[in-house]
């Protein structure tokens, strides 16, 4: 089945009108620049939405200062997986994002954790990363080895995902031994040309991506090598998952990281799903493609914890 037929089954008919339901409470917002507190309400709506994965339980914890999320399959595991959410570093929250670490959770057998970082504009960079390496070293903390742990994050939050690596690496601090990016933001410079999405997402104009931007990074330079990882030398980072969509506004950022790991001899596995709508893997109840990736997603996770890479070899000595 070509990808034509698949992006007519993923988009069309029924699951068209899902999808359209499901940004409905952020869909009029964009188009009239509402003020910030809105958007988040109405992210946070969005999200309330969906149901958690069955099975997967939840508490609350504060790992090293940092209030968070676990969600466990089982309540023995140990927090192998830090899940930082996506919302343009300004939305979103660990309470918000159980749904999507749930499935993930159930599709990687894994103890995942959402922290809370501080969000822009109350705290600017390097507010963020700072929450998200110290969750990170509480991990490290409950006993959990570096090279078992998955960082993984969605849009922003894959950004995010690659800061605190290279913060960690910058304070000669171990790396984890993998990277899942769904969707990520990479670039917020937003330099490059950006086609606007159509229906079902909300079309997020670039004047809004860059307000949400210059609120987190403030006097940081947007392409300062700790906030954009396509100017970091990335040698030595782990293995990475980056998943896209054929059809998402900021797709050209999952393709020129997936480049530029590469080049940096990064073991990358890079998935492309015909899919038109940003951060697709929030919608894993419904739809097929995200059903899809996250069980990819779950079995990286797996490959890590066993010791092995995106090949499948042994990484352990």
Known sequence: MDDAILATRSVGGELERRLAAAWEPVNDLTAASPDLQALRDAGEQLHGQFEMAAGVSVRPV??????ALLLSPRPELAPTVLLLHGGGYVMGSAFGYRHLASAL???ADACVIVPD???APEHRFPAAIEDAVRTYLWMLDSGVPAEQIVIAGDSAGGG????????????????PGGTVLFCPAVDLSYDEEIELPTEPQ???SVAQLRSFAAAYLGDTSPHDEVVNALHADLTGYPPMLIQAGTGDVLGRDAH???ERATGCGVDVQFELYPVTTHDFHLFWSFLPEAADALEQAGAFVRRVRAGTGADGRSRRR
């Open 62 to 67: 504060i790992a090293g200062g940092v209030p």
């Open 105 to 107: 959770a159930a599709a």
């Open 117 to 119: 970082y501080r969000l």
């Open 160 to 175: 995010l995902a690659l800061s605190v690596q290279t913060t960690l690496e910058r304070q000669d601090l171990p790396l």
């Open 202 to 204: 909300p079309a997020i």
């Open 256 to 258: 020129r990281l997936a």
